[in-house]
């Protein structure tokens, strides 16, 4: 995946009945400017109402995962959504012409060879991933169902399924990395018992299932009467009812295939959280369901920590030690608010600034309870912001950056001795005419302790 967003170069159709209505159904994928995600837009109803995309909008989680609003609904939408979000695609407007995705062959295989075909375009704005820090975990008691997302440095999911079935008793799949989708899980078909099929037929479901879009278990033998009735009214050929195994027109590709198909179905229903996600899922007997529950949690935990502290490892070598940054900034002691900087890009910055119980301030803000001014917190924003913007000049140490103005300061939590700063500056309007502006964070562990919109101007030292 890149750093940056992602769209298709170009719009691609795909045809097929759909699973449970058994409509003749067309989707259309279509390229989305940036910051759009994921939307779907029923084109058969009036108006064409759009729905977004995201695990609230999750109506319905019964054999895959329903949108809906109002009167509108749109259902199977999982292979899909687990192919533009395996595949690093950000912005989409798809577009169908019934109330669910057409199920082609129960995988997420053609998305896939589609998206591939008309490539994939990166865009200009940034990828918002949504880091994780610490464990995350979601638990079913009735069902048994687990989800657990835990820290790692890219997406990844191990999962883990349990039937009382000698063709899947237990099987576990992993993907490690994104990349290997593709060729590891997008061909993973849905899967369906004989047994589950009757009860299935009576809720309305399934009527377009077939055995060229399913891997069908028989392991539960009946009287050929029976099984000659269920052929009939699904319209597959029949078949004899002494034999159990799988029953579908295509062998298994892999002998783990029901297993690595839930893990696609995950991937479907986490690219609901509306942000691309660093961790790594663990997940056991997993369903819909679950896997809806655990991305409305998910959506929670983004809007609670809106703004996300940068990782920081003390034990990592600093792009910009203390004696460097002297020899950029004018700024020294007791002014000098920066110790070192962690990370810089052309638009990013993160220094760290460490508060002790020895800071000249803290003799008079306050003697009894130490609390570091927030104007300070400020400063320190502004020295780390200006060491991103000196570093794009040749002789940074010739220029300085002054304040003209601070906007939309927000204080949120006091910072006091034993405290590490985590200091996070970004370009929001880039240099021009010597004046930038900056968006800064400022940071203690994972809570956000103040915030500013900085414009300075650069000016050469005489």
Not at 109 to 136: H, P
Not at 309 to 335: F, G, Q, S, T
Not at 348 to 376: A, Y
Request: aromatic share 6%.
């Amino acid at each position: 995946m890149t750093n940056n967003q992602n769209t298709l170069k170009d719009s691609f159709s795909l045809s097929g009945k759909g699973l449970h209505t058994g409509l003749a159904l067309t989707v259309t994928f279509n390229p989305a400017p940036e910051n759009h995600g994921y939307k779907i837009q029923r084109t058969d109803l009036p108006g064409q109402p759009i729905l977004d995309a995201v695990a609230e909008n999750v109506v319905e989680t019964t054999r895959g995962t329903v949108l809906g609003k109002k009167d509108i609904r749109v259902s199977t939408i999982e292979h899909g959504m687990a192919a533009l979000y395996a595949l690093g695609v950000d912005n989409v407007l798809i577009q169908v012409d019934g109330p669910e995705f057409p199920i082609l062959d129960g995988s997420a295989e053609l998305y896939v060879k589609e998206i591939r075909r008309v490539g994939i375009k990166e865009q200009n704005a940034e990828k918002d991933y949504y880091i994780i820090s610490r464990k995350i975990e979601i638990k079913d008691e009735t069902t048994g169902s687990c989800i657990t997302l835990l820290p790692d440095e890219d997406f990844s999911i191990t999962t883990m399924i349990d039937f009382q079935s000698k063709f899947i008793s237990s099987q576990f799949a992993t993907l490690d990395n994104m990349e290997h989708f593709e060729t590891e899980i997008a061909a993973a078909r849905t899967f369906v018992f004989v047994r589950e099929i009757e009860p299935l037929l009576k809720a309305g479901l399934v009527k377009g299932g077939d055995l060229d879009n399913a891997i069908v278990i028989y392991e539960r033998q009946t009287t050929q009467e029976a099984l000659d009735e269920l052929c009939d009214k699904t319209g597959a050929e029949h078949h004899d009812a002494n034999v159990l195994g799988y029953i579908q027109h295509k062998p298994l590709v892999w002998e783990n295939e029901p297993a690595r198909h839930k893990l696609l179905d995950i991937v479907g229903d986490m690219a609901l959280i509306g942000k691309p996600i660093k961790g790594r899922i663990i997940a056991t007997r997993p369903g819909h369901t679950v896997n809806n529950k655990f991305a409305r949690l998910m959506r929670k935990e983004i809007r609670k920590n809106e703004v996300q502290a940068p990782l920081y490892n003390p034990d990592k070598a600093p792009l910009m030690d203390n004696v460097r940054i002297r020899e950029v900034l004018p700024h020294r002691y007791p002014m000098q608010l920066v110790d070192k900087i962690i990370s810089m890009d052309k638009k990013t910055v993160v220094g760290i600034k460490n508060i002790t119980s020895d800071e000249p301030f803290f003799q008079g803000h306050f003697p009894q309870e130490p609390v570091m001014p927030g104007v300070l917190i400020i400063e320190a924003l502004a020295q780390t912001g200006g060491l991103l913007v000196l570093g794009g000049l040749d002789e940074p140490e010739r220029y300085s950056t002054y304040f003209l103005r601070i906007d939309n300061v927000k204080f949120r939590q006091k910072v006091v001795p034993g405290d590490t700063l985590i200091l996070r500056a970004e370009i929001i309007a880039p240099l021009s005419h010597s004046i930038v502006s900056m968006q800064g964070y400022a940071f203690v562990g994972e809570n956000c302790v103040a915030e500013a919109t900085l414009t300075a101007q650069v000016i050469k030292n005489k």
